[in-house]
T-cell receptor, first 113, second 110 residues
Framework: EPEVTQTPSHQVTQMGQEVILRCVPI?????FYWYRQILGQKVEFLVS????????KSEIFDDQFSVERPDGSNFTLKIRSTKLEDSAMYFC???????????FGSGTQLSVL | RKEVEQDPGPFNVPEGATVAFNCTYS??????FFWYRQDCRKEPKLLMS???SGNEDGRFTAQLNRASQYISLLIRDSKLSDSATYLC???????????FGSGTKLNVKP
C-alpha cells in the first residue's frame, strides 16, 4: 500500500526555536492535513490544505503555525517559536480527491524543552 | 458540546469475548463515518467505513443510526491483537474536515 512519509521521526528543540516538520504525500493525493496528538489525548485537527492553499484551520493553528508545499511534493508544517505545550506527535494525513480514507504518516514526535 | 464523543474505556475483555463501542456525534449534517484503530504511539489506521445500512468485515460490524446520531462498532471473538484504541471519526458537512473522537481503549486479555 502507498505510504505517507514524515521526517524527522523525532525532533527535540529548545523553547522559542523554529521547527519544520516534513511530509511527502502519496503522489495522486490532493488533500493534505496536519493533526497533532498530545500524549494520552485525542487526535486534534490543525489544518487542511488543498489546491495550494489552506482550506480550513483550527483554533490551535495560530500565527505561530504555517504550512506550505514549496516544491510540489513536500508538505511542511512550520512552528515559528515553539512553546512547551507544542510538545506532541504531529501526524500528516492525505487523501485523494474522491476518496474519504485518510492515509496517515507515522508521525513526528516533537519535544520542546 | 464536542463534535464526537466516545467512552474512553478501558474495556478489559477476555479472548473470545464480544465487545461493543459506541460513539455519538453532534452535527446532524455530518456526511461520512469511520472507525480507525490506533496502536500505542502509532498513527491511526482506517478499520472500516460506516454505512447507513450497516456493514460487516469479518469479526467487525459497524452500525450507523442517523436519527440518534450514533455509531457503533462490534468486535466478535476478540483476539489479543485487537488490543488498541478505537477512534470514531466523523466527516462534517464541510467536505474537508474530519473530526476525531478521543478514542476507546480495548485490552484483550488471555
Amino acid at each position: 500500500e502507498p505510504e505517507v512519509t514524515q521526517t524527522p521521526s523525532h525532533q527535540v528543540t529548545q523553547m522559542g526555536q523554529e521547527v519544520i516538520l516534513r511530509c511527502v504525500p502519496i503522489s495522486n493525493h490532493l488533500y493534505f492535513y496536519w493533526y497533532r496528538q498530545i500524549l494520552g489525548q485525542k487526535v486534534e485537527f490543525l489544518v487542511s490544505f488543498y489546491n495550494n492553499e489552506i482550506s480550513e484551520k483550527s483554533e490551535i493553528f495560530d500565527d505561530q503555525f504555517s504550512v506550505e508545499r514549496p516544491d510540489g511534493s513536500n508538505f511542511t508544517l512550520k512552528i515559528r517559536s515553539t512553546k512547551l505545550e507544542d510538545s506532541a506527535m504531529y501526524f500528516c494525513a492525505t487523501r485523494t480527491g474522491l476518496g474519504e480514507k485518510l492515509f496517515f504518516g507515522s508521525g513526528t514526535q516533537l519535544s520542546v524543552l | 458540546r464536542k463534535e464526537v464523543e466516545q467512552d474512553p474505556g478501558p474495556f478489559n475483555v477476555p479472548e473470545g469475548a464480544t465487545v461493543a463501542f459506541n460513539c455519538t456525534y453532534s452535527n446532524s449534517a455530518s456526511q461520512s463515518f469511520f472507525w480507525y484503530r490506533q496502536d500505542c504511539r502509532k498513527e491511526p489506521k482506517l478499520l472500516m467505513s460506516v454505512y447507513s445500512s450497516g456493514n460487516e468485515d469479518g469479526r467487525f460490524t459497524a452500525q450507523l443510526n442517523r436519527a440518534s446520531q450514533y455509531i457503533s462498532l462490534l468486535i466478535r471473538d476478540s483476539k489479543l491483537s485487537d488490543s488498541a484504541t478505537y477512534l470514531c471519526v466523523v466527516k462534517g458537512n464541510n467536505f474537508n474536515k474530519f473530526y476525531f473522537g478521543s478514542g476507546t481503549k480495548l485490552n484483550v486479555k488471555p
